[in-house]
């Protein structure tokens, strides 16, 4: 069964940082690309970020371009989004999801976490 | 980026009934349309890809149409679970984006 959990979110002050994490299970890690798609109740869900299987590539919405890093340990099967300068707009609720069977562009996602909250305020 | 306009933003309907969700594209899409249920408290799932298709676990009641701009999801007949919010999503120009929901409320 596949299976996505994510952690590491909590209050952080606007210009702090905070790293999600996403432990994956059930399916060949390695070979899935992976997403970080957030939500929040005015923007509703946004895509944010995507990394390549191999971790070698990554690419980013430009609204957390130069302030998000996405990494990924294969060995551990973890995912991670590291968040700095952050700021009240990241506010949301942030989920890792697989592309549909971690395909780079089969189009829509098969697998989500159950989300992390991540709240930026002072 | 592509803008996803769902309507309407709320429906209000019995068990039983037939109702249609709307998703609009401001650019064409072709057939590169996902739709996603959500319930409080859980994470989006997936029902339909490819405009069309049914996903894994997807019920027949379920269908989806259209192509271009103009796509619509379906439910033939309303059951208790499948009140939720309705997402549609477009993966034919990165970056992917979503539409902001149609909420399915028992009438």
């Known amino acids: 069964e596949v299976q996505l959990v994510e952690s590491g979110g909590g209050l952080v002050q606007p210009g702090g940082s905070l790293r999600l994490s996403c432990a994956a299970s059930?399916?060949?890690?390695?070979?899935?690309?992976m997403h970080w798609v957030r939500q929040t109740p005015g923007k509703g869900l946004v895509w944010v970020s995507h990394?390549?299987?191999?971790?070698?590539?990554?690419t980013y919405a430009d609204s957390v371009k130069d302030r998000f890093t996405v990494s990924r340990d294969n060995a551990k099967n973890m995912l991670y989004l590291q968040m700095n300068s952050l700021r009240a707009e990241d506010t949301a609720l942030y989920y890792c999801?697989?592309?549909?069977?971690?395909?780079?562009?089969?189009?829509?996602?098969?697998?989500w976490g159950q989300g992390t909250l991540v709240t930026v305020s002072s | 980026e592509v803008v996803l306009t769902q309507s309407p933003a709320t429906l209000s309907a019995s068990p039983g009934e037939r109702v249609t969700l709307s998703c609009r594209a401001s650019?064409?899409?072709?057939?590169?349309l996902a739709w996603y249920q959500q319930k409080p408290g859980q994470a989006p799932r997936p029902l339909i890809y490819?405009?069309?298709t049914r996903a894994t676990g997807t019920p027949p009641r379920f269908s989806g149409s259209g192509s271009g701009t103009e796509f619509t999801l379906t439910v033939s007949s309303l059951h208790s679970e499948d009140f939720a919010i309705y997402f549609c999503?477009?993966?034919?120009?990165?970056?992917?984006?979503f539409g902001q929901g149609t909420k399915v409320e028992i009438k």
């Open positions: 999503q477009q993966n034919n120009t990165w970056p992917w984006t």
């Open positions: 990394i390549t299987s191999d971790g070698r590539s990554a």
């Open positions: 650019q064409n899409l072709n057939s590169n």
């Open positions: 059930g399916f060949t890690f390695s070979n899935s690309w």
């Open positions: 999801a697989r592309p549909h069977r971690g395909l780079y562009n089969s189009g829509w996602y098969d697998y």
């Open positions: 490819d405009a069309s």
